[in-house]
């Protein structure tokens, strides 16, 4: 069983970073990244990385994301900065592992203006 837990969400001011860490239950995954989701929206893509280790960023977080991956700590980041009240949202961690879809239980980002 696969198993994500997210920490890193909470409350920070426009302009300001935060960190999202991913912890995997050590699992062989093909891909991994972040997806959010305000209320009443659709879930969008944020960041993704391979196993090979390319990146894909949404156009709207590009050169203020970065994720990147620690295959010691089976960990995968997501660096924010720059943050912007629009980037509010709760923040999924995704992980494709043997052509199944697994999901984290969310955190919380919020940036105030």
């Known amino acids: 069983q696969v198993q994500l837990v997210e920490s890193g969400g909470g409350l920070v001011q426009a302009g300001g970073s935060l960190r999202l860490s991913c912890a995997h239950s050590?699992?062989?995954?093909?891909?991994m990244g972040w997806y959010r989701q305000a209320p009443g929206k659709q879930r969008e893509l944020v960041a993704t990385?391979?196993?090979?280790?390319?990146?894909n960023y949404a156009d709207s977080v590009k050169g203020r994301f970065t994720i990147s991956r620690d295959n010691a700590k089976n960990t995968v980041y997501l660096q924010m900065s720059s943050l912007k009240p629009e980037d509010t949202n709760v923040y999924y961690c995704?992980?494709?592992?043997?052509?199944?879809?697994?999901w984290g239980q969310g955190t919380q980002v919020t940036v105030s203006s």
């Open positions: 995704y992980a494709r592992v043997s052509y199944s879809n697994y």
């Open positions: 990385i391979t196993r090979g280790g390319v990146t």
């Open positions: 050590g699992s062989i995954f093909s891909i």
